[in-house]
């Protein structure tokens, strides 16, 4: 007999073949959630964390294609019967120091917006309607320190995230009392994406004082914290181990 606090309710996880996104999956399944793993090409790392978590499932989809990011939320709920917790997770970068301004060329910036706004927002749309119909509809943006302070990979990212973030606060202020919208903010996670990063994870240890870089549970854990409390919207939450306050 299921137990958990989600059960009965369907998650979608976006970017969720690693890093964050996984142990969010993994942390909602246990928590009684289905879960629909997703990312645009590790179509093997999706599909065999999907066949680890009860009534799972994987589907491929490019969240910056609008087709693919309608066809990933169909999808999700012709398999599953409902949508209930959209966990906006996918996102991209390219590491450019930030003096190095000419290197920040227009194809970055579409392709990074592309991807951790438009695609964000194209799932996002496709979903509520859903979620509306869940009757407690719940959205989670994966945004970054980096979107709130002078840090982070290249500055078309760290923009990227500031959008994010103020679009977390918009669509709450659009969306409730249907569906609640909030975001966590992370500092330097251990992910694939920042494997050799040791640089930053040094400077991160030295100056956080939390006095380490996060995992991708720790993140995770604040992610499932706001999809379960009920009486917040229009939240972003830092998630840096303090990092924010040196
Ligand atoms: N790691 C950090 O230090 C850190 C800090 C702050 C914020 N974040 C944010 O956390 C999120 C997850 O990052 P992570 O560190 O966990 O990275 P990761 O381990 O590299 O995971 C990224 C996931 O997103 C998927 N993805 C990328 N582009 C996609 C697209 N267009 N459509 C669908 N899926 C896509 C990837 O799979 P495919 O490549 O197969 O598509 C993968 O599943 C990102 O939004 C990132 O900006 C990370």
Known sequence: MATGRFDGQVALVTGSSSGIGAATARMLADAGATVVVNSSSSVDAG?????????????????????????????????????????????????????????ATADVWRRIFGVNVIGTWQVTVAAVPHLKSSGDGRIVNVSS???HRAVGSSIP????????????????NVLGPEIRVNAVAPGLVDT????????VRAFVKAQAPLERSGTPQDI???????????????EVVLVDGGLHLR
């Open 157 to 172: 990212y760290a923009a990227s995230k500031a959008a994010l973030s103020h679009m977390t606060v918009l669509l709450a």
């Open 220 to 234: 995770a854990e604040v992610i499932v914290a706001l999809v379960g409390a009920r009486y917040v919207t229009g």
């Open 145 to 147: 320190l980096a979107g």
């Open 192 to 199: 694939p994406w920042t494997s050799d990063w040791d640089d």
């Open 47 to 103: 599909t065999a964390l999907a066949a680890e978590l009860p009534g799972a499932s994987y589907i491929r989809g490019d969240i910056a294609d609008g087709d693919e990011a309608e066809a990933l939320v169909a999808t999700t709920v012709e398999r599953h019967g409902r949508l209930d917790i959209l966990v906006n997770n996918a996102g991209t970068t390219a590491v450019i120091p930030h003096p190095d301004l000419t290197a």
